[in-house]
């Protein structure tokens, strides 16, 4: 089972500033955090890792708290292009495979 | 090396036949993955291989479900005996791995779409 939870689907507008929060409660001390976008007809792609406080790439922001109960993937300024799924999973070291959920679907309205 | 390559984009066939999936990985990626998506649910694990030894193997791969990388390189999927109900994008994903160290962040490929008539 997925060990994240995170909202089915989230709207938003050209332009706008998009953050999609997940729960996991249960993340162990070894775990870390990363996220995935996925396109129709295409894999997933990676987007983002980390492990606490804050991340940021060219692409998105990745915000953790202290106790790692959640994370919230910021995505400044999206464009219709950004229409997608999103997955949050955690991930550990020693773990041999990612285990997805069924993710966020965003859509990205003109 | 352009990424994770997989043959055929497209697959249809009837129930009942056998079908063999291929999937060309990143050169240096010691780690090649299967999973499997259906409309509307996340990738779901098959299986995954370290250099040539496969290492796990997740309970939705059947009997008639086999994986192979023989050479620590490419690999193939096949199923047996097809059904409808194995209709779905078959995905392959390849990671660098080194021990004691957190796993990067997979590659994915385009998938083979199956569809079972």
């Known amino acids: 089972l997925a060990k994240t939870t995170q909202p089915i689907s989230m709207d938003s507008y050209e332009g706008q500033e998009v953050n999609i929060t997940c729960s996991h409660n249960?993340?162990?001390?070894?775990?870390?955090i990363t996220w995935y976008q996925q396109f129709p007809s295409q894999g997933p792609r990676f987007i983002i890792q980390?492990?606490?406080t804050k991340v940021t790439n060219e692409v998105a922001s990745l915000f953790i708290p202290a106790d790692r109960k959640s994370s919230t993937l910021s995505l400044p300024r999206v464009s219709l292009s950004d229409t997608a799924v999103y997955y949050c999973?955690?991930?550990?070291?020693?773990?041999?495979?990612?285990?997805f959920g069924k993710g966020t679907k965003l859509s990205v309205k003109p | 090396d352009t990424g994770v390559s997989q043959n055929p984009r497209h697959k249809i066939t009837k129930r009942g036949q056998n079908v063999t999936f291929r999937c060309d990985p990143i050169?240096?990626?010691?780690?090649l993955y299967w999973y499997r998506q259906t409309l509307g649910q996340g990738p779901e694990f098959l299986t995954y291989f370290q250099n040539e030894a496969q290492l796990e193997k997740s309970r939705l791969l059947s009997d008639r479900f086999s994986a192979e990388r023989p050479k620590g390189s490419f690999s193939t999927l096949e199923i047996q005996r097809t059904e409808q109900g194995d209709s779905a994008m078959y995905l392959c994903?390849?990671?660098?791995?080194?021990?004691?160290?957190?796993?990067?962040?997979?590659?994915f490929g385009s998938g083979t779409r199956l569809t079972v008539v």
């Open positions: 050169s240096e990626h010691n780690r």
């Open positions: 980390g492990y606490k």
């Open positions: 249960n993340i162990a001390t070894n775990d870390y």
């Open positions: 999973l955690v991930y550990g070291g020693s773990q041999g495979n990612l285990i």
């Open positions: 994903a390849s990671s660098p791995y080194l021990q004691g160290t957190i796993g990067y962040g997979y590659t």
